[in-house]
């Protein structure tokens, strides 16, 4: 009887569906609900509704055939020469010291313990943690705020498009030069400008507060068009009916933004947010150009220090053992954004 | 390929068990396809899913560990362990 009343519901989504639906028991009405959104199955039998959407999951006896993912083989192939077997060869390394492929002793644990108490290791990893969070912080309104400010329809689409990309068309070591020149009190304009219009004394290659604020800078100049073309795309995908509705009940902007533009901006926002997390967690190349590190720590993130240990110094126990416990950080910090970011709610 | 990929015996151990572990898993899936169900963690996953958080728990157990005491290893792979088991049971 429950499966008949289901089925009716699925059936006829727009006729007497709420008296349907308030007629039923409570828990069968959000299975109900449930039918009539995104799982109508027209060709199912009279009963069969109601199985389906059992809260203990579904399970699916219909055969399927999987040959398709043949086609995913190459990917295999090519990331287990890309990532797979390098990253097993930096686990080798990581309980090893190796004088040369012939000459290795096992050490064991030893580098893990090393590098896990290294004071040096503790201060550059909370330095990128602070970094990476102002970067979400700074680029993911202000890419949004970008997005929404950019024109719909018109000349005004490409030509703001042109101009919002065009940072991003830009190599990293190309990006670092411009902002060392660019940052320097004597010669480039945006360092002149600070000291002597704006009266406040910058100079990034003494003061450590300049020099993050500098690197800080570059990367929301460098990235914020990522999160904003993405954010755009987002924006671009809503049905115009959503805005004419909302002009009917006559919704502010803000309210608009609120209740139709942001829930719809979620699944691109996380993929800005990972983007960007682990984009900026693991920042190297403009860091190394525009500062080197310095002055003393104050922008040595931890793949500065990491290169440091494996390239400069050629310590590749360690830095084997470092690079697993980086590798570990991103894997989880990203696990949560993304299980946060998609599974909250379901 | 051994010598430039500087095997050792123990590492050499863990990625067979893992393979094993990820083979095995295949195999299982195909006996009896995992159904998704929510556990103490509060989101909704798999026995792969609850594999992996296992894993990555386990992971972050030995690393705190290594960091914080010099008690045995085989200890901390024990707590590593119960962890994992815990999270594959109940998570």
């Known amino acids: 009887m429950t499966g008949e009343r289901l089925n009716d519901v699925s059936g006829d989504v727009s006729g007497d569906v709420s008296s349907d639906v308030s007629d039923v028991s409570g828990e069968v009405s959000t299975a109900g609900a449930t039918v009539a959104g995104d799982r109508v199955e027209p060709e199912a039998p009279v009963g069969a509704a109601v199985p389906r959407d059992e809260p203990g999951g579904q399970v699916d006896t219909k055969p399927r055939n999987n040959r398709a993912w043949f086609l995913v083989l190459p990917v295999v192939v090519s990331v287990a020469f890309t990532a797979v077997i390098p990253l097993m060869t930096v686990v080798n390394f990581s309980v090893q010291d190796i004088f040369s492929p012939t000459d290795r002793i096992f050490v064991g644990l030893d580098w893990f313990r090393a590098v896990t108490r290294d004071p040096e290791v503790h201060a550059a990893f909370v330095r990128t943690l602070l970094f990476s969070a102002q970067v979400l912080l700074l680029e993911i309104p202000l890419g949004v705020a970008i997005a929404v400010a950019m024109p719909r329809r018109g000349l005004g689409v490409p030509v703001?498009?042109?101009?919002?990309?065009?940072?991003?068309?830009?190599?990293?070591?190309?990006?670092?030069?411009?902002?060392?020149?660019?940052?320097?009190?004597?010669?480039?304009?945006?360092?002149?400008?600070?000291?002597?219009?704006?009266?406040?004394?910058?100079?990034?290659?003494?003061?450590?507060?300049?020099?993050?604020?500098?690197?800080?800078?570059?990367?929301?100049?460098?990235?914020?068009?990522?999160?904003?073309?993405?954010?755009?795309?987002?924006?671009?995908?809503?049905?115009?009916?959503?805005?004419q509705a909302a002009q009917i009940d006559a919704a502010s902007g803000w309210a608009t933004f609120r209740h139709i533009q942001l829930p719809r901006l979620r699944g691109v926002l996380t993929i800005a947010i990972l983007l960007r997390f682990m984009d900026s967690f693991m920042i190297y190349t403009e860091p190394f150009v525009v500062t080197g590190g310095g002055p003393g720590n104050a922008t040595s993130f931890l793949s500065i220090l990491l290169s440091k240990i494996a390239v400069g110094q050629f310590d590749l126990g360690p830095a084997g053992a470092f690079s697993l416990l980086y590798f570990l950080t991103v894997q989880i910090v990203s696990y949560v954004f993304f299980t946060v970011l998609t599974r909250t709610g379901r | 390929m051994l010598e430039w990929m500087v095997w050792t015996p123990p590492t050499a151990l863990v990625f067979i068990g893992l393979g094993l572990l990820l083979a095995g898993m295949a195999v299982w899936a195909k006996i009896s396809p995992p159904v998704a169900r929510r556990g103490f963690l509060r989101i909704e996953t798999d026995r792969g899913d609850r594999l992996y958080i296992g894993l990555i728990s386990a992971a972050v157990v030995l690393t705190v560990w290594i960091a914080v005491t010099d008690l045995s290893m085989w200890l901390a792979l024990g707590c590593a362990l119960l962890v994992a088991l815990v999270i594959g049971i109940w998570g």
């Open chain 1, 160 to 243: 703001a498009l042109v101009l919002v990309a065009l940072p991003l068309l830009i190599p990293w070591n190309v990006v670092g030069t411009i902002w060392q020149i660019f940052a320097r009190g004597d010669i480039g304009l945006g360092g002149w400008t600070v000291n002597n219009v704006l009266g406040v004394n910058f100079n990034y290659t003494l003061d450590s507060t300049d020099a993050w604020i500098t690197v800080l800078i570059m990367d929301v100049w460098h990235w914020t068009p990522l999160v904003a073309l993405l954010a755009y795309a987002g924006l671009r995908s809503i049905p115009e009916p959503y805005f």
